[in-house]
T-cell receptor, first 115, second 112 residues
Framework: AQKVTQAQTEISVVEKEDVTLDCVYETRDTTYYLFWYKQPPSGELVFLIR??????QNEISGRYSWNFQKSTSSFNFTITASQVVDSAVYFC????????????FGTGTQLKVEL | DGGITQSPKYLFRKEGQNVTLSCEQNLNHDAMYWYRQDPGQGLRLIYYSQIVNDFQKGDIAEGYSVSREKKESFPLTVTSAQKNPTAFYLCASSMGPQFEAFFGQGTRLTVV
């Protein structure tokens, strides 16, 4: 069975602080895919990044960066110099080729960035 | 424009009534999904479909039913057997497990 754990329910930071959102996953498959999504107050999920199990390179996109470590089954997301517009719920998700397209989400982390 | 359309945005129903939530996509995606979102519970998978006329139960399928008669449509029926149907429902589609899913704007169902 596959599982995604986001232990941080809610994080509050002051603008310009850096913040890391944790994601730990479980799967028996060797080929799998990890995702991060952002859910603003409007409710619609927005795709942020995808990573496959064979690519452990970290990625940076502007203020966003992702750290994928297979040794610890983690795929953490860091926002540098946070802004109020980053306030949202962030979800980590997992799929694998043997799962018939099943896409499993974590419980999400509510990020609040205050002035 | 390509995308996923869920309707209606808000839905109110009396207890004991079945209700059907619509989900249409024009992205030509094979895979489609239904999720339920409750506060503090994240997104829980109800049903998913890999291809027309085929679908699988997710983690919380009891009290729900789906159909996939057309590639672009994946309606969800919330039956009277669902004990606590009030929730936010999200529909999504993707090209496959290695690709990102695209989401609709959601339907907020309230049962009174």
């Amino acid at each position: 069975a596959q599982k995604v754990t986001q232990a941080q329910t809610e994080i509050s930071v002051v603008e310009k602080e850096d913040v890391t959102l944790d994601c730990v996953y479980e799967t028996r498959d060797t080929t799998y895919y990890l995702f991060w999504y952002k859910q603003p107050p409007s409710g619609e999920l927005v795709f942020l990044i995808r990573r496959n199990s064979f690519d452990e390179q970290n990625e940076i996109s502007g203020r966003y960066s992702w750290n994928f470590q297979k040794s610890t089954s983690s795929f953490n997301f860091t926002i540098t110099a946070s802004q109020v517009v980053d306030s949202a719920v962030y979800f980590c998700a997992l799929s694998f080729t043997g799962g018939g397209n099943k896409l499993t989400f974590g419980t999400g982390t509510q990020l609040k960035v205050e002035l | 424009d390509g995308g996923i359309t869920q309707s209606p945005k808000y839905l109110f129903r009396k207890e004991g009534q079945n209700v059907t939530l619509s989900c249409e996509q024009n992205l030509n995606h094979d895979a489609m999904y239904w999720y339920r979102q409750d506060p503090g519970q994240g997104l829980r998978l109800i049903y998913y479909s890999q291809i027309v006329n085929d679908f699988q139960k997710g983690d919380i399928a009891e009290g729900y039913s789906v159909s996939r008669e057309k590639k672009e449509s994946f309606p969800l029926t919330v039956t009277s057997a669902q004990k606590n149907p009030t929730a936010f429902y999200l529909c999504a589609s993707s090209m496959g497990p290695q690709f990102e899913a695209f989401f609709g704007q959601g339907t907020r169902l309230t049962v009174v």
